[in-house]
């Protein structure tokens, strides 16, 4: 594992991206189901905390002494933004996700973010295609970047079994060219699981366009999304004790919302009690563990994905050049 050396940047000053006192909305709350009721009000307020970024992504809650704050990937930015209430918004870490010194397309940063066991910031990376943990010290160790000797595509998205494990997925979005790119080592677009002695196994090459991931609260399914324009789907794979996958089945399909709103299925969160929020075409899609769709939490544009806050009753959402937030009851 190869230890990399990068400088944090924290500004001293709030940004233009700061939190107005008075948060506007936009969107709004779609019930499809009564089952709704018991997730969210279908009064709520889909509010904007911060905008103007370029494409937010992988929001994560870090607990502190002062209330908490949120962390998300701007990617074109190669850039992590941090959130709080009290705050407002500045910068966290530049680069995040590509440290090299040359133009490296159009989504060289960190994508999805998590927290490993010891609370440390754990990222995947599009441009240094790696998964990678943050030390103390202020470095970056690399977890992961390749898969029997061959680069890795570009990690996207993560979730910590309690085990300590890592699952995540490795779609190309963060190639320059994608699919075509001659970087590319991989011939297919896999999900793993890291484990904590360092290996790794490819639990699934099944799906073409593999991006959010999540588990069920017992860990006995994995959903994974699929942000494929001809088969945009959530999977839910069962889960072996040995961690490995059976046999996955569609749990929704969102083919018939492509056309009503821009995007794909992306990045997800999985509630206490099991429901998926998973972002998709125009929002967040309220989805039951038996793959029924609840409702929708409609931000109107390309929404890539949520996180719970501390108390699991709010909602952060990154969506486009926003930072959202619904309450949750």
Same mark, same amino acid.
């Given at each position: 594992? +190869? ?11 709030? #940004?233009?991206?700061?939190?107005? /006192?008075?948060?506007?909305? %936009?969107? +709004? ?22 905008? &103007? ?21 701007? !990617?074109?930015? =190669? ?7 009290? +705050? ?22 960190? =994508? ?29 160790? #690399?977890?992961?970047? =390749? ?18 494990? !890592? ?33 790794? #196994? %490819?639990?699934?090459?099944? %799906? ?15 959903y994974v999304a699929q942000s494929d324009p001809e088969n945009p789907i959530w999977m839910a794979f069962p889960v072996k004790q040995d961690k490995t996958l059976e046999k996955g089945k569609v749990l929704f399909d969102g083919k018939k ?16 009690? &099991? ?16 793959? /029924?769709? %609840? &409702?929708?939490? !409609? ?9 719970? &806050? ?6 952060? !959402? ?8 619904? /309450?949750?009851?």
């Amino acid at each position: 594992m +190869r230890q990399v050396n990068l400088s944090i940047a924290l500004l001293l000053t709030f #940004t233009s991206l700061g939190v107005a /006192k008075t948060p506007t909305t %936009l969107g +709004r709350v779609e019930k499809l189901d009564p089952a709704f009721d018991a997730i969210v009000d279908s009064q709520a307020k889909i509010e904007v905390l911060a905008s &103007g970024f370029t494409w937010t992504e992988g929001p994560v809650w870090v607990a502190d002494d002062s209330g908490g704050h949120l962390l998300f990937s701007d !990617i074109p930015r =190669n850039s992590i933004f941090r959130w709080s209430e009290k +705050r407002g918004t500045d910068l966290f870490m530049s680069p995040s996700g590509y440290t090299g010194a040359t133009y490296y397309g159009l989504e060289p940063g960190s =994508n999805g973010l998590t927290l490993d066991p010891q609370g440390r910031l754990t990222a995947c990376e599009h441009g240094d295609r790696r998964v990678s943990v943050l030390t103390k010290g202020g470095g970056k160790r #690399t977890l992961v970047d =390749n898969y029997q000797g061959k680069r890795l595509n570009s990690p996207n998205d993560l979730v910590f079994h309690s085990s300590g494990s !890592i699952f995540f997925t490795d779609p190309p979005y963060g190639l320059p060219d994608r699919e075509s790119d001659p970087r590319r080592e991989l011939d297919f677009c896999g999900v793993y699981r890291l484990d904590t002695d360092g290996s790794l #196994t %490819l639990v699934s090459k099944e %799906l073409a366009r593999p991006n959010g991931i999540g588990l069920s609260p017992d860990e006995k399914t994995l959903y994974v999304a699929q942000s494929d324009p001809e088969n945009p789907i959530w999977m839910a794979f069962p889960v072996k004790q040995d961690k490995t996958l059976e046999k996955g089945k569609v749990l929704f399909d969102g083919k018939k919302y492509i056309q009503e709103f821009p995007g794909l299925p992306d990045g997800l969160a999985v509630a206490k009690d &099991g429901t998926i929020f998973g972002s998709g075409p125009g929002g967040i899609y309220v989805i039951s563990p038996q793959g /029924k769709l %609840l &409702g929708r939490l !409609i931000t109107g544009g390309r929404t890539s994905n949520c996180t719970f &806050g501390p108390d699991g009753k709010t909602l952060y !959402i990154t969506a486009d050049s926003f930072l959202c937030r619904v /309450k949750l009851k």
